[in-house]
Structure formats: structure tokens, C-alpha cells
């Protein structure tokens, strides 16, 4: 059975403006059929339901590209151990979605396009399977860490360092899922702030947000000596390590994170590209992590840190919003870029600086649900 990614995508396309409909269809489909697996999974599915179609999204796109989706469905695999999942699981998962697909685009359903989406689950849970299987004997399903630093550095924004019992293998770029005691089955992730250190300590940059369980329980209610659970590193934004270009890091709020780590790992491998870091929030209040970056910026000649505020009129440093602010320099085309922050800012650069010239094989960003 080969597979076909054009039928599997034009079928697709026609339940993206009903995502909503369908991932409550199927998540209903799938605890009816198997009621034993809602247990599994939080007690609100919201957060879950934007994820799964956020996933789906992903790998449907991707079926092209054989090479980075292999790598995305490889990380999904080692990542779902934390849940419980085995291979038997994925076969009702697999029934839920061919029922979900088949009903929401049964205007245009054919056996041929059964076939194609058959073919294609088929592939991705294997891929799945088989790199937890092997995962399983080298990596935990999660990390227990240790709280050893809790800083408060604006009413909703808290820096969090934290050690894991056993060394959490990652790279620069990359985030995290946690669960705290608080909120058991509740996973959110959030971006590793720092470059792999000796003494196996990682920050978390965490945002508070309205109706956050895990951000809240980070922020106000995590103290100093608390355990909390760490999944398998993810994401690929991780930096050029051949590249001799110059670096641009637009940053919006706690995206700040990820970028700062790989700002890092430059400096660490002991080159010396000019790096232009453009870090914004909506005030300077919000702007929690410049006397790090300072300190950072002094250390290093090459590093330029530009803060950035769009709604405070009386601030007394550049003003306005991030995609607008990076057209206010030189041309960026011959940088490598890595952009992180809320969706709209990051789509809203991204398309920005293609227009100015950046190709897209440059502009390296990350896909990652967070409460922020």
C-alpha cells in the first residue's frame, strides 16, 4: 500500500474550516469505542483537542518531506511513553480517525481515498511505535525535577530552574512538556531557556495566563524544593552549527526562551557571528530578563540586545510592534533567523522578512502549544 499525500492533503483541506467539529467528533468516537483510554487523558480536553489537530496538521503538510517528518513523528513517539501509550493503542486511535475523516469529508470520499489515508496512518503510527520501543531501553518516560530556584520577575512571568534526577539529554532550541502534582494528566509545554549545562540544570521562562493550570500552579503556587515531571525533549529549532552567517532573534515575550539558548550555544562554540537579538512585549515591565541579557551583551562584543515595546507610549527606547520593527534596519537576507513568540507576531515576521528577501530556508521557528 503506497502512499498518496495529494489525496490525503485535498481531503484534508476540506475539514480544516470544521477542526473544531472534528476533533470532538473524534475524540467522542474514541472514547466510545475504547472508554477505557479516557482516563488517560486530562479531565479538560481543550488544550488537547488544538493539539491533536495542531499534530495532525503538521504530518498531513508534511508527507513530502519524508525526512523531517520522520524526525516529528519520532519525537511524538518517545514523547506519548509519558502517557501510558503502547501499540496497541494506536489501532483505535487509527479507527477513530478514518471514521472522523470519512464523515467530515464525505463529500468527496472515495475508496481511493480511504486507501490513502490508510496507508498514511499506517506509516506514521508505525514510525511511532518503533521509536518508543526504542527509546524505551535507553530514556525514561519522563525526568522528575527538582525546583531549585524560583524567580518572580513580573506578576505573571516567573523564571524557573530546575534539575532533573537523571541527566535530560537536549539541544539548544528545544522545549518541554510538565506536569505538576497540582494538576496530574495535565501536560503543557514550555521552551528551554539555556544551553546544556554541566551541572544538568535547565530554566523555564513561564508566562501566567487566564484559566493556565500549569502556568498558574508554576508561577504562583511552586516553591523551592518541589518535584515536577519533565517529557522528552522536542522541536527542531535548534542552530546552524556549519553556518558562518550572521544571526538575527526576533522574540516575542517568554519566546524569548528558546532564543536565549541558542544565543548561548553560539557563544559557547566559540564562534563569532553578529547577533541581533530583538526582544519585545507589550511593556517594559514585560521585558523580565534584561539584566541577564545585558550581562550577556557585555560579555560578548558581538551580541546586540534590542528591547522592544509596543504599548507604552511614554517608553523611553524603540517602539512598536516586532514584524513592523525588524524593517526598520538593514536587510536581514543573508542572516540566519529564528523567530519565537505568539503565533500572529510569528507569522507576521516570518512573512515579513520573506518579502524582504530572507528565504525561507533561513527563518527557523517552532510550532509549540504553551501556556505562555
Known amino acids: 500500500m503506497s502512499l498518496n499525500p495529494r489525496l490525503v492533503k485535498e481531503s484534508f483541506s476540506v ?36 493539539r491533536l489537530f495542531s499534530a495532525l496538521t503538521r504530518i498531513v503538510w508534511s508527507l513530502d518531506s519524508p525526512d523531517s517528518l520522520a524526525a516529528y513523528l ?62 524505551s531501553g535507553v530514556s525514561p518516560a519522563w525526568w522528575p525535577a527538582e525546583v531549585i530556584d524560583h524567580e518572580l520577575r513580573h506578576p505573571d512571568i516567573a523564571v524557573l530552574t530546575l534539575r532533573p534526577v537523571e541527566r535530560l539529554p537536549y539541544t539548544p532550541g528545544q522545549y518541554v512538556n510538565v506536569q505538576t502534582a497540582r494538576w496530574p494528566r495535565v501536560w503543557r509545554t514550555f521552551s528551554i531557556a539555556n544551553a546544556p549545562r554541566a551541572d544538568n540544570t535547565l530554566r523555564l521562562h513561564v508566562r501566567s495566563v487566564p484559566g493556565g493550570w500549569v502556568s498558574t500552579t508554576l508561577i504562583r503556587h511552586t516553591r523551592i524544593g518541589d518535584t515536577v515531571l519533565l517529557g522528552p525533549p522536542m522541536g527542531t529549532m ?58 550577556m551583551e557585555s560579555s560578548f562584543p558581538w551580541l546586540r540586545v534590542l528591547p522592544v515595546v509596543s504599548d507604552q507610549p511614554g517608553f523611553d527606547g524603540m517602539r512598536g510592534h516586532l514584524p513592523e520593527v525588524t524593517q526598520r534596519f538593514h536587510s536581514w537576507a543573508e542572516h540566519d533567523v529564528y523567530v519565537c513568540g505568539p503565533p500572529g507576531m510569528v507569522n507576521e515576521t516570518v512573512r515579513r522578512l520573506q518579502i524582504d528577501g530572507v528565504p525561507l530556508s533561513r527563518i527557523h521557528r517552532d510550532v509549540v502549544h504553551s501556556e505562555r
Request: charged share 20%; glycine share 8%; aromatic share 8%.
Open 238 to 295: 535548534a542552530p546552524c552549527e556549519r553556518s558562518m552567517r550572521d544571526v538575527l532573534c526576533v522574540a516575542g515575550g517568554t519566546g524569548l526562551a528558546p532564543l536565549k539558548a541558542i544565543i548561548e550555544h553560539i557563544i559557547v562554540s566559540g564562534r563569532r557571528p553578529n547577533i541581533h537579538l530583538l526582544f519585545g512585549a507589550r511593556t517594559a515591565g514585560e521585558l523580565y530578563d534584561m539584566p541577564d541579557l545585558i550581562r
Open 15 to 50: 475539514i480544516e474550516p470544521v477542526a473544531d467539529k472534528a476533533t470532538a467528533y473524534f475524540y467522542g468516537r474514541l472514547f466510545t469505542e475504547s472508554p477505557h483510554l479516557r482516563g488517560m487523558f486530562p479531565p479538560a480536553m481543550d488544550v488537547q483537542r488544538d
Open 74 to 135: 519520532g519525537q511524538l513517539g518517545r514523547d506519548h511513553r509519558k502517557y501510558g501509550v503502547i501499540g496497541e493503542h494506536y489501532t483505535a486511535v487509527g479507527n477513530a480517525l478514518l471514521a472522523t475523516v470519512r464523515r467530515f469529508a464525505a463529500e468527496i470520499w472515495t475508496n481511493e481515498i480511504e486507501a490513502a489515508w490508510v496507508a498514511a496512518y499506517t506509516a506514521a503510527a508505525n514510525l511511532m511505535i518503533e521509536s518508543a520501543e526504542s527509546d
